[in-house]
């Protein structure tokens, strides 16, 4: 069974720093690309940012570049994102997901972790 | 950037009804569309990729059509556990939502 559990989502004030952590079991980890997808309080769905099961490869919004960085640990079939520089836009439910094709496309998601962004 | 629309924002309707949802490509995005549900306090579930490809363990009422710029989500029959939010995806965008009530 396919399982995504995420992990570090807390109160932190603007500019502060956070690191996120996913923990997958169930299916061969590095054959996948994984992704982290936010969701704001009482809002829509925003893709965050992906990488390549191999690591050969990540992707970020626009909005997050320079700030929040994706990365993994094969070893450990874990998935990570380091957030920097929290502004409150960023408090959101933060979904780590399993990539199922080349079209981005979740085929698993984890229960999500909430990050808040307020002094 | 390809932006997607969904209507309507909310469709009310009864358990047993025929719900339609569509989704709209501001260009086209061949048939590389997916789906997701939502319900309340839980995370999305994928329903439908590349348009029309129920995913592991989506019941037969849920069905996806469409290509192009024009997409359709059908559920044939609405149960109760279907009364959700559910959205359309293309690669790194999602549509805002169509919400499913009870009228």
């Known amino acids: 069974e396919v399982q995504l559990v995420e992990s570090g989502g807390n109160l932190v004030q603007p500019g502060g720093s956070l690191r996120l952590s996913c923990a997958a079991s169930?299916?061969?980890?590095?054959?996948?690309?994984m992704s982290w997808v936010r969701q704001a309080p009482g809002k829509g769905l925003e893709w965050v940012a992906n990488i390549k099961g191999d690591e050969s490869a990540s992707y970020q919004v626009d909005s997050v570049k320079g700030r929040f960085s994706i990365s993994r640990d094969n070893t450990k079939n874990s998935l990570y994102l380091q957030m920097n520089s929290l502004r409150a836009e960023d408090t959101a439910i933060y979904y780590c997901t399993r990539v199922r094709d080349s079209n981005d496309v979740s085929d698993y998601w984890g229960q999500g972790t909430l990050v808040t962004v307020s002094s | 950037e390809i932006v997607l629309t969904q209507s309507p924002a909310t469709l009310s309707l009864s358990p047993g009804e025929r719900a339609t949802l569509s989704c709209r490509a501001s260009?086209?995005?061949?048939?590389?569309l997916a789906w997701y549900q939502q319900k309340p306090g839980q995370a999305p579930r994928l329903l439908i990729y590349?348009?029309?490809n129920r995913a592991t363990g989506i019941p037969a009422r849920f069905s996806g059509s469409g290509s192009g710029t024009d997409f359709t989500l059908t559920i044939s029959s609405l149960e109760p556990e279907d009364f959700a939010v559910y959205y359309c995806?293309?690669?790194?965008?999602f549509g805002p939502g169509t919400k499913v009530d009870f009228k």
């Open positions: 169930g299916f061969s980890f590095t054959n996948y690309w």
């Open positions: 260009q086209s995005v061949s048939t590389y």
């Open positions: 995806q293309h690669r790194k965008g």
């Open positions: 590349d348009a029309s």
